[in-house]
């Protein structure tokens, strides 16, 4: 695993709401007497890893998210990796007009829930930008081309997974060669 299993168990990277959608049912390790889903760790960990890979593979890399929960986390991680973050609301023409002030042309977006960064998701597809989304067991994962099924909704959980993704990038891109070179702590991105 790339983190302790623990420290995923700490965070509640693993606990899902109650509605789950059909896609997202094979990553759920088993549904709790109270309703919540449980996601199956060993998956979310391999999922964290193939979208790692994947995202070391782009220069420009655009991270989205609405939530307030998320903005200093995802200013952090585009700050490491080079790339450009949007927090608070997507402006429309972002990706699809040339003639916008604040107009941008990413390799590949990233949103922390495709549900409300919808307007993103929807721009990418348009201008055929591969999307990887962070989605709990109640996302459509429709136009979504990597899914890393996590809670995208807990500080804790996003604070952890966008420091592990980090981490992971920057090795698969030889910045760093181990762990200890890796300086950034999660209370960087936000876990207080």
């Not at 997202?24 to 790692?52: E, S, T």
């Not at 929960?69 to 585009?78: H, L, P, Q, T, Y």
């Not at 490491?80 to 990706?95: D, H, M, Y």
């Not at 909704?153 to 760093?176: D, Q, Y």
Request: net charge positive; aromatic share 10%.
């Amino acid at each position: 695993m790339l983190v302790e299993k623990t420290e995923y168990l700490t965070a509640g990277v693993h606990i899902g709401m109650k509605s789950c959608t059909p896609y997202m049912k094979q990553f759920i390790y088993k549904v709790r007497d109270d309703g919540l889903a449980v996601f199956n760790l060993q998956k979310v960990d391999n999922r964290i890893k193939i979208a790692a890979d994947f995202l070391s593979k782009f220069e420009k890399i655009m991270i989205v998210s609405k939530k307030d929960n998320a903005s200093k986390v995802i200013k952090s991680f585009a700050e490491a990796v080079n790339g450009k973050a949007i927090s608070g609301r997507f402006l429309p023409g972002t990706l699809t007009n040339p003639s916008y002030k604040g107009f941008y042309e990413p390799d590949v977006v990233f949103v922390a829930d495709p549900l409300i960064d919808d307007q993103a998701v929807k721009e990418a597809k348009r201008k055929r930008i591969p999307v990887v989304a962070l989605c709990d067991t109640f996302n459509i994962v429709r136009d979504i081309d990597m899914v890393i099924p996590v809670n995208n909704n807990g500080k804790k959980s996003l604070a952890l997974i966008f420091w592990v993704m980090t981490r992971e990038i920057l090795r698969n891109r030889k910045e760093i060669k181990k762990d200890s070179d890796f300086k950034k702590t999660i209370k960087d991105f936000g876990s207080d």
